[in-house]
């Protein structure tokens, strides 16, 4: 597609539950992040890859949090046992370059998780 | 470590009015700063950048910010407001060549009142 697609747009989840968050980069971008925003605050960076290595997971909350991308361009978030503070949106962005964060990043709609 | 203020979490101006969305940054490293725009049920995108060169930059829709590194500030100007730019703008910083992450600021949600 033209922009990066994120998926699903809402989810509802149970305390406890196991949830997946995909996100489809634009094609050929080598870079790729993920963003939890939570209500009335700017995006928090949670994890950054460069083709298929995860190079940086320092933003990753807990152990319970969890990404992968293993061919370079679909990337999964997945949270483990969500708990009500994980509501948010997670949002997805990728980037042409290899520069981390210093060329413009294009992101996705994001995907607001609500846990019960 | 880097950081970044908005100050203002709601700005409201009149059409043709000037905008001016403050943010302030802190940062260990000679900084790159940028502006994001969110428009409703849209993703974020990009406004304009700082990296080196020339202080003041130029945007999209006719937005600006000049780089003040005695202010520590990258302030967001537009001479005329326009109804289109009602949303929401974020300021962010990144550590310069190589960092992997930006920090953002809280936002500052602009009403355009006609």
């Known amino acids: 597609g033209a922009g990066v697609s994120q998926s699903p747009r809402y989810k509802v989840a149970k305390r406890g539950q196991d949830v997946a968050l995909r996100c489809d980069p634009i094609s050929g971008h080598v870079s790729l992040f993920w963003y939890q925003q939570a209500l009335g605050q700017g995006p928090e960076f949670l994890t950054y890859?460069?083709?298929?290595?995860?190079?940086?997971k320092s933003g990753l909350p807990s152990d319970r949090f969890f990404a992968e991308r293993p061919e370079g361009s679909v990337s999964t978030l997945k949270i483990q046992r969500t708990q009500q503070e994980d509501s948010a949106v997670y949002l997805c962005?990728?980037?042409?370059?290899?520069?981390?964060?210093?060329?413009?990043?294009?992101f996705g709609e994001g995907s607001r998780l609500t846990v019960l | 470590a880097q950081s970044v203020t908005q100050l203002g979490s709601h700005v409201s101006v009149s059409e043709g009015a000037l905008v001016l969305l403050r943010c302030n940054y802190s940062?260990?490293?000679?900084?790159?700063l940028f502006w994001y725009v969110q428009y409703p049920n849209q993703g974020l995108q990009l406004l304009l950048k700082?990296?080196?060169?020339?202080?003041l930059v130029k945007g999209i829709n006719g937005f600006e910010a000049e780089f003040k590194k005695s202010e520590t500030s990258f302030h967001l100007t537009k001479p005329s407001a326009h109804m289109s730019d009602a949303a929401e703008y974020f300021c962010a910083v990144s550590g310069g060549t190589g960092a992997n992450n930006l920090f953002f600021g809280t936002g500052t949600r602009l009403t355009v009142i006609p």
């Open positions: 940062s260990s490293v000679p900084p790159y």
């Open positions: 962005a990728s980037s042409s370059g290899v520069a981390g964060a210093t060329g413009e990043l294009f």
């Open positions: 890859f460069q083709n298929e290595a995860q190079l940086d």
């Open positions: 700082y990296t080196t060169g020339a202080t």
